[in-house]
C-alpha cells in the first residue's frame, strides 16, 4: 500500500520532481512559490541554487537539460516575464532531459504587484501547460510532465496558484522513475543554435510538435468528465475545480488538467451532452475564449469576476443570482496593517529620505513598506529592479532641475537580481542618480533567502560573498559610500552629500535583518524606553513608525496625576517586547526621553 502524506502543493512539486529523477533545480525566491526550491535542496542527489534572477535561472535549468539530465526552474508569476526571453526560444531548441517550469501564479495580489494569468504564456511561447487542482495532482502533474518533456521534446509549464501552492492536502508517496536518457555532452548544433537558418527549420519542428500535442491532450486522463445533473455543466481547471464541485455538487463537470493545448473533441463532446455551459476559471477568459471559438456557446467572464480570487460562494452567487451565499464563514482575524519589523534597519533610511523630500523612486522588497503611513517614503514601485531605471528615467527628462530631487531605492537581492544594469546605464549614460543598496544580508521578504551577497548557498554552504561596494566601483560609480542606517544623522548628511552631486553615487546601508537568526540570537541586544518624566507627548517619535513605540493617549485628570503639563494630551512608551535595540529613535527625540534601558532587561 503507497504511503500517504500531508504536504502541501509547493512541497508536493518538490516530491514530485524528486520522484521523477530531477537533477538540477534553480528559482529565484519569489511568494507564492518560493518553497518549491526550498524543498528540493534537502533531497539527496540534487543540485539545487538560488538564482541571481528567474532569466538566469531558467538557462542554468535549460543547460542542464541540454546535458540531458531532468531539470526543473520554478518561479512566481511575475519571474515568467524575466524568464520568458529564454522561455520562447527553448520552445523551440526543445531539450534533451525533461524541463519543467513552474510558474506560480497570484490572483488578489496576496504578495504581488499585479495578477497576471501566466496561462497566457502558454499560448504565447506554444508549450503545452498542466494546471493541478491540489498537492496530490500537483505532485503527479509534475511527474508526468518529465515525461510529456521529454516524449514531445519541449519544455512543459506547470501552473499553479497561491490556493494550490500553499494549501495541504495527501499525497501518495510513489516510485521513483528515472529518464532513459544518459546524461552527457551532444553537440545538436542545429537543435541548439538558434541562429535564423536553424530557427526556422525549428520552428516547423514546433508546429508538428504542436499537433501531436493536441491529440495527446485529447486522451489525457487527467482532461475528465463526471456527468451529473446535465442541465448545468461547467468547464473548469485547476482550483476553481474545488470550487465548482463545492458549490454545484450535482452539476456536470469538464476538468481540465492540460489547459494547452486544448482538447478540442473533449470539450466539443462534453457541449453535446450538456444543455448549458458555464466556464469557471480564475482571472483571464482563457478556457472561454477557446470554447466560444470553437462555436459553443457558453457563459463565462459576463458573470464571474475577471480580477482576484474566486471561492464557492463566489461561483454560486455569480451564477444563480442568489445574495447571501456563504458557504462557512471566513475567521475573523483583526486587522494588522503591514509595517517593517520593529528594529528593521530600513525604517530610519526612509525617515531621512522622507526629511530630505526627494522623490523616492522604489523597488520590491520589505522596503516597499515605507510606502504606507507613517513613513510614506516610496514614489513610485514597478517591478524587480526598476528602481534606478526610473530614477534615471525622471532625471533625463528633467535635467538638472533633477539634481538633489530624485533617489532610486532597492535592496542587495533585488540590486543583484536585476537593478545591476540600471546602475550601468547611469554610469554609461552620464547620469547623476544617487541610488540606496539597502543590503540587510539577505532576501528578507521572501523568508530570508541567501544571494550572492550573503555568501552562503541555498543548502547552508559557505560560498564567495559578493563584495556590492567593489562591484559597483567596477561598474564605474566614483562615490560609493557604505553607512550603518542605525546612525540616522551619520546616513543623513550621508545622503544629503551624495544627492547634490552631479555625478552618480551609491550608498550602501548595511546592518543585517533583525529577524535573521543569527541576530535574533544576539545575547548583546541593548533595549531602549522613554523616560516618562522627560516625555513632552511631542509624538515626533511616531514619525518612524516602529511598532515597539505605543503612544498612551491621557485625560487633563491624567496628566496632573502623572505629573505631565496639564495641556499634554498623551505620552509614548516602548514596548519591551518588541524593541529590538536598534536605537533610531533615539534621534528623533529632541527632549531626550529616549535613553538605554539601565539593566538591558527592558524593566523599568
Ligand atoms: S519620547 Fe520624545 S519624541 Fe516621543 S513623544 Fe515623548 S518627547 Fe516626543
Ligand atoms: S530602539 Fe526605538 S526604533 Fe529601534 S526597535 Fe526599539 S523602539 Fe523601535
Known sequence: MSQKILLSGNEAIALGAFEAGLRVASAYPGTPSTEILENISTYEGIYAEWSPNEKVAYEVALGASFAGARALVSMKHVGLNIAADPLFTSAYTGVRGGLVVITADDPEMHSSQNEQDNRNYAFAAKVPMFEPSDPSEAKEFVKLAFQLSEEFDTPVLVRTTTRVSHVKGLVNKGEIVTSKIKPGIEKIPEKFVMLPANARLRRKELDKRFVRLREFADSFEHNKTE?????????????????????????????????????????????????????????????????????????????????????????????????STALFEPVKIPNRPPNLCPGCPHRGIFHVLSKLNVFIAGDIGCYTLAALKPLSAMDSCICMGASIGNALGMEKALGKDALGKIVAVLGDSTFIHSGITGLIDVVYNKGFTTVLI???????????????????????????????????????VKNVYTVNPNDIEETYKIVKQEIERPEPSVIITKAPCVLLPEMKKRKDKSLYIIIPEKCTGCRSCLK?????????????????????????????????????????????????????????????
Open 227 to 323: 456527468y451529473n445533473d446535465k442541465k448545468i455543466g461547467f468547464i473548469t481547471s485547476g482550483i476553481s475545480y474545488l470550487y465548482v464541485k463545492e458549490a454545484f455538487p450535482d452539476a456536470s463537470v469538464l476538468k481540465l488538467g492540460m489547459v494547452y493545448p486544448f482538447p478540442e473533441k473533449i470539450i466539443k463532446e462534453f457541449a453535446k451532452n450538456v444543455e448549458e455551459i458555464f466556464v469557471v476559471e480564475e482571472l483571464d477568459p482563457f478556457i472561454e475564449n477557446y470554447v466560444k471559438a470553437l462555436g459553443i456557446r457558453c457563459k463565462g467572464k459576463e458573470l464571474i469576476p475577471a480580477a482576484g480570487e474566486l471561492n464557492p460562494s463566489i461561483v454560486r452567487a455569480s451564477i444563480t443570482g442568489e445574495k
Open 544 to 604: 518612524i513608525g516602529c511598532p515597539a513605540i505605543e503612544w498612551v493617549p491621557i485625560t487633563e485628570e491624567d496628566a496632573k496625576k502623572l505629573g505631565f503639563k496639564e495641556k499634554q494630551k498623551g505620552y509614548s512608551i516602548i514596548n519591551a517586547a518588541l524593541c529590538d535595540g536598534c536605537g533610531q529613535c533615539v534621534t528623533l527625540c529632541k527632549f531626550k526621553a529616549i535613553a538605554l534601558s539601565g539593566d538591558k532587561s527592558g524593566k523599568r
Open 438 to 476: 539597502l543590503d540587510n544580508r539577505t532576501t528578507a521578504m521572501t523568508g530570508h533567502q541567501p544571494n550572492p551577497a550573503s555568501g552562503q548557498t541555498v543548502k547552508g554552504d559557505i560560498s564567495t560573498m559578493l563584495d556590492i561596494e567593489a562591484l559597483c566601483r567596477a561598474i564605474g
